[in-house]
């Protein structure tokens, strides 16, 4: 997965880029952070850039691409990124385009966080105020007067940035107003809609984020537990069986045992009722007899 996140400042980029890191393992690409890396770990681009910084200098942009050519080779960049704070301006973003093309790779998709900046200010006023009254150090840059700079800044630079990736159909927005949570579920939707993400590969970033001894043992514990229900289950069917094949073999057996005593039965019953024929003939036989010699 390989997306920007657009949005002027208070919108939640910073929460949502970290959210995102966590759920799915991918990494967050500050070009602040990556400056200040390259420039530590004294690279060519961080050496050229130090140098830059040092005279007092803005870093152009062929530098920063630079940078961040050599941060996305890393190989915890593999499996995704999100780029937060770069690109500013068209051309950096024209830049970028070609830096991923030379690279064979491919940016998802651009997610435009949307606020209400008069929401915003009104934020920063309260927060500020309740600050005070508590006796708390105010931030420098969190006042309202710095945000509305920042605001105008983010409009003249980069607020261009949407017209040029809606044009080329990469532009996803979404309510920044919302709370933190829904806001989540929203860009989740959309990388599901982008193709950026599989329906189940949070479950498996999860899995991937876990220590690895507690893993391994919940791992065998699952496969174990997994194995228990088949051997129950195969262990009922052989028994099912079992008692089928005796119910059948008895009912057999009944069925047999049934024919039998009523054939015996019935022969029993036909031989009682020729005894009694034959003793009733009997005595009819004698007086008949009698009768006729009587006559004579």
Do not use: C
Not at 120 to 142: H, K, N, P, W, Y
Not at 182 to 189: G, L, S
Not at 286 to 296: D, G, L, N
Request: glycine share 8%; hydrophobic share 40%; net charge positive.
């Amino acid at each position: 997965m390989r997306i920007i996140l657009l949005g002027p400042p208070g919108s939640g980029k910073g929460t949502q880029a970290q959210l995102l890191v966590q759920r799915y393992g991918i990494v967050q690409l500050s070009t602040g952070e990556m400056l200040r890396a390259a420039v530590a770990a004294g690279t060519p681009v961080g050496l050229k850039a130090k140098e830059i910084m040092a005279g007092g200098g803005l870093v152009p942009d062929e530098v920063v691409v630079g940078i961040i050519s050599d941060r996305i080779d890393q190989p915890d960049a593999k499996n995704g990124f999100i780029l937060d704070g770069f690109p500013r301006t068209v051309p950096q973003a024209e830049a970028l385009d070609e830096l991923l093309k030379h690279k064979h790779l491919k940016l998802d998709g651009v997610i435009e966080l949307r606020v209400n900046e008069s929401a915003l200010l009104s934020r920063v006023e309260t927060r500020v105020a309740q600050m005070r009254e508590r006796g708390e150090e105010v931030r420098v840059d969190d006042t309202p007067e710095v945000l509305t700079k920042r605001l105008a800044s983010y409009r003249n630079q980069t607020e261009p940035l949407i017209h040029y990736y809606s044009e080329r159909r990469k532009l996803s927005t979404i309510d920044g107003m919302m709370a933190i949570d829904e806001v989540t579920r929203a860009i989740h939707r959309q990388l599901l809609a982008l193709g950026a993400i599989e329906p189940k590969s949070h479950a498996r970033s999860a899995a991937k984020a876990a220590p690895a001894k507690t893993g391994t043992k919940k791992a065998k514990a699952t496969k174990k537990t997994a194995g228990k229900p088949a051997k129950a289950a195969k262990k009922a069917a052989k028994s099912a069986k079992t008692v089928k094949k005796a119910a059948k073999k008895a009912v057999k057996g009944t069925k047999k045992a049934a024919k039998k005593t009523a054939k015996k039965t019935a022969k029993k019953a036909a031989k009682k009722t020729a005894k009694k024929a034959v003793k009733k003939g009997s005595k009819k036989g004698p007086k008949k007899v009698t009768k006729k010699r009587a006559k004579r």
